[in-house]
């Protein structure tokens, strides 16, 4: 059987503001199989963003294959739900509007959409929260619309692009939790980008570490850590340190290259 993922030897180019091309990722070959959770990390603007776009359909590849289940991506697949860092609510719908809008827009019926929309709204702890509008949640409850919002398709395959980012630290926490526990039993697979590697840990089954610009896979890294987990609980065990340290030795030395890269554009620019 076929990976619900696989990218074979993809690379893209961009086109530079001086008419040149700028290769964002070379030769990257990564498969994500059905239920699987994995992570990529790697140095800031590594390539690790475009990564999913290739996988979601929004770019296409300069060569090489992008495959989902087992066809090549030309457009946005089937099944496919994409989280980004970026709040994606509508700041004129209330919560309920805001869940339900997909399904609407593809022309679902009124009355179920809005049924499944609740459903999920109870699914992410936030009833009684449905006819609230955006400036009335806090940055948690958002990340929990969007939640409520990707699950709607109910994907097969999650991308997620740094969703949590932009939370403090005990909400991030909670927020993993709650997709580690949405997650479990659903069968879908997700590939998540991070820049925080206790986070890639804490909730993966594979880490990949990409290395500086362009990115490359470097290094596979199986996360034997039992589930269910505590992410919060997990970041003290001795089986969390010992892996982190492995990880950490093969991601820095790609971190200390990107910023040497910086340093150098920096003095030329
Ligand atoms: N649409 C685009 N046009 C031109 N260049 C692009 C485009 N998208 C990405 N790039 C370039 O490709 C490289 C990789 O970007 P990407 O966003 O994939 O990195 P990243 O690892 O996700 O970054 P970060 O860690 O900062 O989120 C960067 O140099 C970026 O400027």
Same mark, same amino acid.
């Given at each position: 059987?076929?990976?619900?993922?696989?990218?074979?030897?993809?690379?893209?180019?961009? @086109?530079?503001?001086?008419?040149?091309?700028?290769?964002?990722?070379?030769?990257?070959?990564?498969?994500?199989?059905?239920?699987?959770?994995?992570?990529?990390? +790697? $140095?800031?603007?590594?390539?690790?963003?475009?990564?999913?776009?290739?996988?979601?359909?929004?770019?296409?590849?300069?060569?090489?294959?992008?495959?989902?289940?087992?066809?090549?991506?030309?457009?946005?697949?089937?099944?496919?739900?994409?989280?980004?860092?970026?709040?994606? *609510?509508?700041?004129?719908?209330?919560?309920?509007?805001?869940?339900?809008?997909? $399904?609407?827009?593809?022309?679902?019926?009124?009355?179920?959409?809005?049924?499944?929309?609740?459903?999920?709204?109870?699914?992410?702890?936030?009833?009684?929260?449905?006819?609230?509008?955006?400036?009335?949640?806090?940055?948690? *409850?958002?990340?929990?619309?969007?939640?409520?919002?990707?699950? *709607?398709?109910? @994907?097969?395959?999650?991308?997620?692009?740094? @969703?949590?980012?932009?939370?403090?630290?005990?909400?991030?926490?909670? *927020?993993?939790?709650?997709?580690?526990?949405?997650?479990?039993?659903? +069968?879908?697979?997700?590939?998540?980008?991070?820049?925080?590697?206790?986070?890639?840990?804490?909730?993966?089954?594979?880490?990949?570490?990409?290395?500086?610009? @362009?990115?490359?896979?470097?290094?596979?890294?199986?996360?034997?850590?039992?589930? $269910?987990?505590?992410?919060?609980?997990? !970041?003290?065990?001795? +089986?969390?340190?010992?892996?982190?340290?492995?990880?950490?030795?093969?991601?820095?030395?790609?971190?200390?290259?990107?910023?040497?890269?910086?340093?150098?554009?920096? !003095?030329?620019?």
């Amino acid at each position: 059987m076929s990976p619900l993922v696989e990218l074979v030897a993809a690379t893209k180019r961009f @086109p530079t503001a001086r008419g040149g091309l700028h290769t964002a990722l070379r030769d990257v070959t990564l498969s994500v199989e059905p239920g699987e959770f994995v992570a990529l990390v +790697g $140095p800031t603007g590594c390539g690790k963003s475009t990564t999913l776009s290739l996988v979601s359909g929004l770019q296409p590849a300069s060569s090489g294959e992008v495959r989902v289940k087992g066809r090549p991506v030309t457009a946005i697949p089937d099944g496919v739900g994409y989280m980004f860092q970026t709040d994606a *609510m509508l700041p004129w719908r209330n919560v309920l509007g805001n869940v339900a809008a997909g $399904p609407l827009w593809r022309g679902a019926n009124r009355r179920d959409a809005r049924d499944r929309a609740r459903e999920l709204i109870a699914r992410v702890g936030l009833s009684g929260f449905e006819s609230y509008y955006l400036h009335q949640l806090s940055g948690g *409850m958002r990340k929990r619309v969007a939640l409520a919002q990707t699950l *709607m398709i109910e @994907p097969e395959i999650l991308l997620m692009d740094e @969703p949590f980012s932009a939370l403090d630290v005990q909400t991030r926490a909670l *927020m993993q939790h709650e997709l580690l526990r949405l997650w479990t039993g659903s +069968g879908a697979a997700v590939l998540f980008v991070t820049h925080d590697l206790e986070e890639a840990i804490a909730l993966a089954d594979r880490v990949v570490v990409m290395t500086a610009s @362009p990115a490359r896979v470097k290094d596979v890294f199986a996360i034997g850590l039992p589930r $269910p987990r505590d992410v919060e609980e997990l !970041r003290v065990t001795d +089986g969390f340190i010992a892996i982190y340290k492995q990880i950490w030795r093969s991601l820095s030395a790609e971190v200390d290259i990107a910023r040497q890269e910086q340093k150098e554009a920096g !003095r030329v620019a």
